[in-house]
C-alpha cells in the first residue's frame, strides 16, 4: 500500500505540471504547451489504469478492514488526479481554439484569470503535499483554497458577464473564459476530495 502511495505521489506530481503547462498555455497562447499537456494526458491515464489495477489485486487479498478502506480510498484519489487531468486537456482545447481563431482576453479580465489559475495551481499542489506528508494541517488549507476558487469562480462569472452584457467583450471569447472557470472550479473539487482523503486516512 505504501508503495503505491508513493506511486500516486508521483502522478500527483505529473498531473501537476500538466496543469501548470495548461494555465500557461492559456494565459501565453503557447502551442507547444498544448501540445505537450496532450502527450502527459495520455501518460496520466495509463498510469492510474495502472494503479487502480494494483490496488483492486491488494484489495482482494488478506487485509484489514482499515486497511481496505484506505485501499478504496487511494483509488477513489486516484481517479481525482485523472480527472484534473482531463480538465487540463479542456484547458488546452480552450487554448487552441483561442490560438486558432486569434482571439485576445482584455486586460481585465486576463488579470483576473491569473488570480483564480495561481490559486488553482496551488489548491491542487498542496493537495498533492497533504498526501505526500500524510498531513490532516496542510490538508486543511486545502480546503481553504478550494473555498477561495468557488468564491473567485462566482465573483468572476459575474463580473465578465457585465463585461458581456456592457459589449465590453467578444462573445467568443466570453464562453472560453467562462468554460475555462467551470474547469478551474471542478480541479479544485477534486483537490478538496484528495484533501479529504488525508483527513479521514
Known amino acids: 500500500i505504501q ?4 506511486e500516486i505521489v508521483s502522478l500527483g506530481n505529473t498531473t501537476y505540471e500538466s496543469l501548470k503547462l495548461s494555465c500557461e498555455s492559456f494565459l501565453e497562447k503557447d502551442m507547444s504547451k498544448v501540445e505537450k499537456v496532450f502527450k ?3 501518460i496520466i491515464d495509463k498510469t492510474e489504469y495502472l494503479i487502480n489495477q494494483y490496488l483492486i489485486k491488494i484489495s482482494k487479498s488478506n487485509i484489514t478492514d482499515e486497511e481496505y478502506e484506505l485501499v478504496a480510498s487511494l483509488m477513489k484519489s486516484t481517479s481525482d ?4 487531468g482531463d480538465h487540463c486537456e479542456n484547458i488546452v ?3 487552441k481554439d483561442m490560438i486558432e481563431n486569434s482571439l485576445r482576453f482584455s486586460e481585465s479580465a486576463k488579470k483576473e484569470l491569473e ?3 495561481d490559486t488553482t495551481m496551488e489548491c491542487f499542489k498542496t493537495s498533492i503535499e497533504a498526501i505526500n506528508s500524510k498531513s490532516k494541517t496542510i490538508a486543511k488549507d486545502v480546503v481553504t483554497l478550494e473555498q477561495k476558487i468557488d468564491d473567485l469562480e462566482k465573483t ?3 463580473s465578465h458577464l457585465k ?4 459589449n465590453d467583450c467578444d462573445s467568443k471569447v466570453g464562453f472560453v473564459f467562462l468554460d475555462a472557470l467551470t474547469n ?4 479544485g473539487d477534486h483537490a478538496l476530495n484528495i484533501a479529504q482523503m488525508v483527513m479521514n486516512n
Open 3 to 6: 508503495s503505491c502511495v508513493s
Open 163 to 166: 463585461r458581456l452584457s456592457n
Open 93 to 95: 482545447e480552450l487554448s
Open 156 to 158: 468572476l462569472r459575474r
Open 81 to 84: 488526479m485523472e480527472r484534473v
Open 115 to 117: 488570480v483564480i489559475l
Open 40 to 42: 502527459r494526458e495520455k
Open 184 to 187: 478551474l472550479e471542478r480541479i
